[in-house]
């Protein structure tokens, strides 16, 4: 192969969780996970996420219990929005940082 196949179209494309999460680990096996972020980050390039699948996400952690045994997905789950959101390119307002625990925020664990 000479170079890659690039998506042509102009509409978004979608991916289900099991092709991202495919996706995730083996660019993770590859050892370039961070450089990858980290350029998309440089980019200012983001993946939008639909309501329905940030709540099926939401909702399966709980219901696991995985707030439980996990700082992260707690602060998932009773987060408005997932991880640390990046500024978006198209001018929208700065989101903000991860920082220390909202003082409303509920006790870890």
């Not at 991916?15 to 996706?23: C, D, G, K, N, R």
């Amino acid at each position: 192969m000479n170079e890659p196949f690039l998506y042509k179209g102009t509409d978004a494309m979608a991916w289900s969780l099991s092709q991202i999460a495919e996706l995730v680990e083996e660019v993770k096996s590859l050892g370039c996970l961070e450089q990858l972020v980290g350029e998309a980050a440089h980019r200012k390039l983001v993946v939008r996420v639909p309501p329905e699948t940030v709540n099926f996400v939401k909702s399966f952690l709980f219901r696991e219990g995985h707030h439980k045994k996990s700082l992260k997905a707690r602060d998932i789950i009773v987060s408005a929005h997932c991880f640390q959101q990046p500024q978006v390119p198209d001018g929208g307002p700065p989101l903000p940082p991860d920082g220390p625990p909202r003082p409303d925020a509920p006790p870890p664990f």
